[in-house]
C-alpha cells in the first residue's frame, strides 16, 4: 500500500478524549476514529488488525470443531421475555421498534436467538453434540463507555454456544475451547491467564475468565509468573510457609509478656512507629461475628486479612467483621487494643504466618496498651488454623512456589458451563435412545475481538507508538524511501519502487511511504505504525549496494544486500 494514497492520516499530537495509551495511539495511528461514544470507525489500517484478530480466532475455534453462523443483529424482544432476561439486561439493551410498533433489541449477546435456532433444527441425541459460532457485531448500552475499544457500546466478539446431552459431553467441549482460548491469546501475543470465575446465580455454573495482564484493566486478579495458576483476589491463596505447630508447644525462651503505654495509637503503624518495632512484628486481631459469636482472626501487622478467605474458612457459619458500629454498640471491646486472648472470645483463627515468629507485639486488651513479648502457647492458644491473608506481590504461588504476581487484567474471553437455563426455557429438547425427551445442556464461550486488540496495544507499545506483534501486525514491512534532494535522487526512488514491486510479487505485504516528506517524518510515523520491520532505501546505502532492515521491537539493525531484501522479507513475514 502506498501512503501517498492511503486512507491514513496519523496525528502528531495525543487527541484530548484518549485516556490511557491503547486508545490514544490506536487513534494516532489512525487505526480507529471516533463517531459517537463508544462507537468507532474502523479505518483500514485498524481493519487490517482486527481481522488477522478474527482470523486466528476462526482458525482456532474451527479446530475445536466449531461451525459458523451469521446470526441477525436485530433480535425479537419476545425471545428475551422467554428467557426471562428481557428485565435482567435492562438499560444495556438498546430497543428498537418496527412500523408496526413490534420490538426488537441490538444483539447484547445471542443465547436466546441461537437455542431457538437450534430448538427448530434438532432433536435427537444423534444430533448432538453441535457447537456454533459467529463473529458478529455486538451492542451494549454501557452506563460508562470508555477506554476506546475497551468498553465501546458497539464491539466485535466471537460468540459460541453449544449443544450437548449432558454435563460429561459439555465438559468435553468445554475444555476443548478453552485450549482454543489459550492458543488464540497466545497468538496474539498477550500475557494472560484463565481465572475461575464466581459461581454464577444457580450456585454450581463453572466458567473461566481470560484476563490480559494490563495496567489499566478494570478487575485485579492474582497470577503466578511461572504456572497457568490464577484467581480471583477473593480466592486467591498463597503457599505456606510455615506450619501451624502442635497444641500446647511453647517457645520458652521468650521475655515474659509486658506491657507498654501506647495512648491513643489504636492502628498498626502508631505502634510500630512509636515502639520503633517494624509492623511486621505486630500481631493484628481483627474482630469478627460468627453467627452471634465473638471470633478473632490473627495475621501479622503487615499483612491484611482477606475476610473471603475468612468467612470461606468458617463456612457455613456466617462470618461477618466488626464494623465501627457494632464497636460503638458494645463499648466493652477496646478497639484497636484487642489482643489474642481477649477474654470474650468463642473461636481465634490464625494464619500460619502467625505461627512463623517466635513472639509478638499486640493489643493489651486495654485502651492504650499494647503487651510485647506474646507468645503463642504461652500467653494465646489458637483455635483453628487457616489461610487468612490476602495475597500480595511476590507470595510464592500455592501450585509450584514461584512467584505470584497481583495485578489488574481485562477480560478478553469467557467460557461457561450454562447447564438448560436457555434450553429450558426455549425448548431445545432432544430424545434420548429411550425416547425420553431432555432440554440439552449447553455452554457459551465468548470472546472479545475488538477489545483484544485494545489489550494487544496496551501490552505491545512504546513511547513511540505501537509495537504490532508479527502475528497481527497490519503489514509485515514498512518500506521507507529516502530520496533526498541529491542528484541520486530518481536513482533511489527508482530502487525502492523496484522493491515494492517485487515485495508484492513475492506475496509480501508492504505499507510503502513513497510521500514527499522528510526522514524524520517518516521514520516517526513508521514507530508510531508499529509494523515488525521497517526497510529503508536511502542514497548512501544504495551506493553500497544495500537497504537497511530495522526491528521495530528490538531497535536491531542490520544491512542487506538490495538483492537479497526480498527473501529476506519474505522469510519473516
Ligand atoms: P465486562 O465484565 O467487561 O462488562 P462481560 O462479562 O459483560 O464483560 P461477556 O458477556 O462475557 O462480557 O462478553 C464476552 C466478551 O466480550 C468479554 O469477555 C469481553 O472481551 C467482550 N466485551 C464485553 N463487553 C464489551 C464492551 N463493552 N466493549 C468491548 N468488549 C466487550
Ligand atoms: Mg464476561
Not at 497468538?187 to 450456585?203: I, K, N, P, S, W
Request: proline letters at 6%; one cysteine or more.
Amino acid at each position: 500500500m502506498r501512503m501517498s494514497r492511503a486512507f491514513l492520516r496519523t496525528l502528531r499530537d495525543d487527541p484530548a478524549d484518549a485516556d490511557i495509551d491503547s486508545h490514544r495511539l490506536l487513534l494516532r495511528a489512525g487505526c480507529i476514529r471516533r463517531v459517537a461514544s463508544g462507537f468507532y470507525a474502523w479505518l483500514p489500517i485498524g481493519r487490517r488488525v482486527l481481522a488477522r484478530v478474527e482470523a486466528i480466532v476462526r482458525e482456532e475455534v474451527d479446530a475445536a470443531g466449531a461451525q459458523e453462523v451469521i446470526l441477525p443483529i436485530v433480535q425479537p424482544i419476545e425471545l428475551w421475555v422467554r428467557s426471562g432476561r428481557e428485565g435482567a439486561y435492562g438499560p444495556l439493551m438498546f430497543r428498537l421498534r418496527d412500523r408496526k410498533e413490534a420490538e426488537f433489541c441490538l444483539s447484547p449477546t445471542a443465547e436466546e436467538v441461537i437455542t431457538s435456532l437450534v430448538a427448530g433444527e434438532l432433536s435427537s441425541y444423534r444430533d448432538l453434540p453441535v457447537n456454533l459460532y459467529q463473529v458478529n457485531w455486538k451492542y451494549r448500552d454501557e452506563l460508562r463507555p470508555r477506554f476506546g475499544l475497551l468498553r465501546a457500546r458497539e464491539f466485535l466478539m466471537k460468540d459460541s454456544y453449544s449443544f450437548h446431552v449432558d454435563e460429561a459431553d459439555l465438559r468435553r467441549t468445554y475444555q476443548d475451547m478453552f485450549d482454543a482460548y489459550s492458543r488464540v491469546f497466545t497468538r496474539c501475543g498477550l500475557t494472560f491467564r484463565a481465572v475461575e470465575g464466581e459461581a454464577g446465580e444457580m450456585g454450581g455454573d463453572v466458567n473461566h475468565e481470560f484476563m490480559a495482564v494490563a495496567a489499566i484493566g478494570e478487575d485485579d486478579f492474582v497470577w503466578c509468573t511461572n504456572c497457568d495458576y490464577a484467581a480471583n483476589v477473593e480466592v486467591a491463596r498463597r503457599q505456606a510457609t510455615s506450619t501451624p505447630p502442635e497444641p500446647g508447644v511453647a517457645v520458652v525462651d521468650a521475655p515474659p509478656r509486658e506491657k507498654v503505654h501506647t495512648p491513643g495509637l489504636p492502628g498498626i503503624d502508631g505502634v510500630a512507629e512509636h515502639l520503633g518495632a517494624s509492623p511486621a512484628v505486630l500481631l493484628k486481631c481483627m474482630a469478627f461475628d460468627a453467627d452471634g459469636e465473638l471470633g478473632l482472626a490473627l495475621v501479622p501487622g503487615d499483612r491484611e486479612l482477606n475476610p473471603f478467605a475468612l468467612a470461606a474458612a468458617l463456612a457455613p457459619r456466617r462470618v461477618r467483621l466488626l464494623d465501627d458500629a457494632d464497636f460503638e454498640r458494645r463499648p466493652e471491646l477496646p478497639k484497636g487494643y484487642i489482643g489474642p486472648d481477649y477474654a470474650g472470645v468463642a473461636l481465634v483463627v490464625a494464619d500460619p504466618m502467625v505461627a512463623a515468629a517466635q513472639e509478638w507485639i499486640t493489643g493489651a486488651n486495654e485502651v492504650d496498651h499494647h503487651v510485647r513479648h506474646a507468645v503463642l502457647g504461652r500467653d494465646f492458644e489458637v483455635d483453628r488454623w487457616a489461610d487468612l491473608v490476602a495475597v500480595v506481590s511476590g507470595d510464592p504461588c500455592p501450585r509450584d512456589g514461584h512467584k505470584l504476581s497481583v495485578d489488574r487484567g481485562i477480560e478478553v474471553g469467557q467460557v461457561f458451563q450454562l447447564g438448560t437455563k436457555y434450553s429450558s426455557a426455549l425448548d431445545a429438547l432432544y430424545t434420548d435412545e429411550a425416547g425420553e425427551q431432555h432440554p440439552m445442556v449447553m455452554g457459551c464461550y465468548g470472546l472479545g475481538i475488538s477489545r483484544v486488540v485494545t489489550a494487544v496495544v496496551e501490552e505491545h507499545h512504546d513511547e513511540h507508538g505501537i509495537v504490532w506483534p508479527a502475528t497481527l501486525a497490519p503489514y509485515p514491512a514498512h518500506l521507507v524511501a529516502l530520496p533526498g534532494r541529491g542528484d541520486t535522487a530518481a536513482e533511489v526512488v527508482a530502487a525502492a519502487e523496484r522493491l515494492y514491486e517485487e515485495l508484492l510479487a513475492a506475496g509480501v505485504e508492504v505499507l510503502y511511504d513513497d510521500r514527499d516528506a522528510s526522514p524524520g517524518v517518516k521514520f516517526a510515523d513508521a514507530d508510531l505504525l508499529g509494523m515488525p520491520t521497517r526497510v529503508t532505501v536511502g542514497a548512501k546505502g544504495l551506493a553500497r549496494g544495500i537497504v537497511e532492515l530495522r526491528d521495530r521491537r528490538s531497535g536491531e539493525q542490520t544491512e542487506v544486500p538490495i538483492a537479497d531484501a526480498v527473501r529476506a522479507l519474505a522469510g519473516r513475514g
